[in-house]
Each structure stands twice: as structure tokens, then as C-alpha cells.
């Protein structure tokens, strides 16, 4: 996940990303120059994808503008986008400092995803997921750091249209095991700790029908759950 800013900052950004999934251009004499990413690039719609943007060497202040490559634009390149519908589409990022200007593009992917089954008599939205973890994942949802690492993943701002309770389930080893599945408050958040070795830990979330409590462990899923996956590695 990329790092939350706004979209008119001032910093310099130097961190080496790897090669990406994006393409980057520059003008011939600017020393401007960016990466992207998006995550998940691709998956059933409706897709909820995160756009991880890397600026080097803005010399103060700079300016973002996307284009989602469905018909939509912003300027905020830590927002999520949903892709409703399917489809191959070119989410493409223009950095300007100054008199530099820089773009980069990225492919986004996006197969017929199953219908939702609204309840009778009523159309029920699709739930908005929040995906954070700490310490922050890179663009590409890496998160290192030297063992033990302790991770903890958050989805408690994620939201509902229609008020629904929310559903969250955390796989944290890659197992295919899900340790925490729950709809209270607390189930939005977990702590984990990691010894040496790569893993992947997928955090998941949708809403359910549940009107009251004691129905809710076992409450059927309005749609199926939305997730994001990161690859953590503890070193020695």
C-alpha cells in the first residue's frame, strides 16, 4: 500500500523502488522522475485497487493528476479506486515541479465479477474497504524489517453504504488458514508477530446481514469478501 500524502507536497523522495508494473517518461532534460504501481493490477470486478506513487528528485513542491482510465480523474494518488465493471484499463499519473512534468502509467485488469444478490426489495451497496498496516506497507505491499517483526494490519475505517455490519477475516501466515474471523470492533485490527522468513498475510472484509447480535457469527454475506494481500519478510 502506498504511503498516505497529499497531493500537493513538499519533500523529496528518494527511495529505490523495484521495477514496477508501470512505464515512466520524462521530459528530455528534467531530472523529475516517478514510479507506480497498482495493487491488486487485477481481479473480478468490482476491484478495489491502490495506487502506490514514488516521486524522485522534485526539486519543493510538486502536483498530481490520474486519470483511472475508466472515464474518471483525481488528484489524490493515496485514494483507493473501484473499477465497477469489467474491462482492460490504463490508470496513468502526471507529476508536475515546476517546469518538469513527469507521467507514468500502469495496467489495471478487471474480469466480470459475480452479481451481488441485494436483499428483497432493496439494492445494497458494496462495502468500502480500508486496508492499513504498521509499519506501512511499500507500493508494492512489501513490509521488511528485521525479526521479530511485529505487523499490525487495520481495516477499522473500512465502511458501508447501507449501514451494514461489517464481516473481517485475517490469513496471517499464508497458510490458507483463517486465525481471526469475527464482526465486532476488535476483529478489524490484529497485531502479529513474525520470525525470520517470508509469509503472506491476506486481510479481508464484506458485509453481512445482521440485524442484531446474536445472528451475526453466522449471518449470510451481502457480497463476497474484498482483500488485499502483503509479502512480509523478517530478517536475521
Known amino acids: 500500500m502506498s504511503r498516505p500524502f497529499a497531493a500537493i507536497a513538499t ?20 531530472a523529475l522522475a516517478i514510479d507506480c504501481a497498482a495493487i491488486p493490477p487485477s481481479g473480478p470486478a468490482p476491484l478495489s485497487v491502490a495506487f502506490g506513487l514514488d516521486v524522485k528528485n522534485a526539486a519543493g513542491s510538486f502536483g498530481v493528476s490520474l486519470s483511472y482510465g475508466d472515464g474518471t480523474s483525481g ?9 465497477a465493471s469489467a474491462g482492460d484499463f490504463v490508470a496513468s499519473f ?17 474480469a466480470p465479477g459475480l452479481a451481488p444478490t441485494p436483499p428483497p426489495g432493496a439494492l445494497n451497496g458494496w462495502p468500502d474497504p480500508w486496508y492499513r498496516t504498521n509499519p506501512a506497507a511499500d507500493p508494492y505491499g512489501l ?24 464481516s473481517f477475516r485475517m490469513d496471517l501466515d499464508g497458510d490458507g488458514v483463517y ?12 497485531e502479529t508477530t513474525y520470525a525470520v522468513g ?6 479481508c472484509v464484506t458485509d453481512v446481514d445482521c440485524p442484531d447480535w446474536p445472528s451475526c457469527e453466522r449471518a449470510p454475506k451481502f457480497h463476497p469478501y474484498q482483500c488485499m494481500s502483503y509479502t512480509v519478510t523478517a530478517t536475521p
Open 75 to 83: 488528484t489524490d494518488p493515496d485514494a483507493r479506486h473501484v473499477y
Open 179 to 190: 486465525e481471526l474471523v469475527g464482526v465486532t470492533g476488535a476483529d478489524c485490527r490484529h
Open 94 to 110: 502526471t507529476v508536475t515541479a515546476g517546469v518538469e512534468t513527469a507521467r507514468c502509467s500502469v495496467p489495471v485488469s478487471v
Open 198 to 203: 517470508t509469509r503472506t498475510a491476506t486481510i
Open 143 to 166: 513490509i521488511t524489517g528485521k525479526a521479530p517483526l511485529t505487523v499490525t494490519f487495520n481495516m477499522c475505517n473500512s465502511s458501508d453504504p447501507d449501514g451494514d455490519r461489517l
Open 11 to 30: 519533500l523529496t523522495l528518494a527511495v529505490a523502488l523495484p521495477a514496477c508494473n508501470g512505464s515512466s517518461t520524462t521530459n528530455a532534460t528534467a
